[in-house]
């Protein structure tokens, strides 16, 4: 069982920066791809970015490419959201998650190739 834990949300301005940051109890944490996603009032849960295993291989949505970042510790069990240039659609609660099959199955988008989720954080950004 992984437990997981985010941390970084806030209020922001538009244009504004912050970084999220997922640790996760595992020491094995290195066995999981891991993903970041986003959920904001009335709409679905959303993918937003995923990495590999190893950090080497990295996955974003078309409405973050060239704003947000994925990385990851694995020494720190730890997984980052970097996120710039950030405006009001960015306004969100933001999950963690840590899959065992989506390094199998190359599906780092859906909610449903992953097994454990934190518990969130919330992101407004103010226009």
């Known amino acids: 069982q992984v437990q997981l834990v985010e941390s970084g949300g806030g209020l922001v301005q538009a244009g504004g920066s912050l970084r999220l940051s997922c640790a996760a109890s595992?020491?094995?944490?290195?066995?999981?791809?891991m993903g970041w996603f986003r959920q904001a009032p009335g709409k679905e849960r959303e993918f937003v970015a995923g990495?590999?295993?190893?950090?080497?291989?990295?996955f974003r949505a078309d409405s973050v490419k060239g704003r947000f970042t994925i990385s990851r510790d694995n020494a720190k069990n730890t997984v980052y959201l970097h996120m710039n240039s950030l405006n009001p659609e960015d306004t969100a609660v933001y999950y963690c998650?840590?899959?065992?099959?989506?390094?199998?199955?190359?599906?780092?988008?859906?909610?449903?190739?992953?097994?454990?989720w934190g518990q969130g954080t919330q992101v407004t950004v103010s226009s």
């Open positions: 990495i590999s295993r190893s950090g080497s291989t990295t």
């Open positions: 998650a840590a899959s065992t099959s989506a390094t199998r199955s190359g599906n780092y988008f859906a909610t449903t190739e992953y097994d454990y």
């Open positions: 595992e020491r094995t944490f290195s066995r999981y791809a």
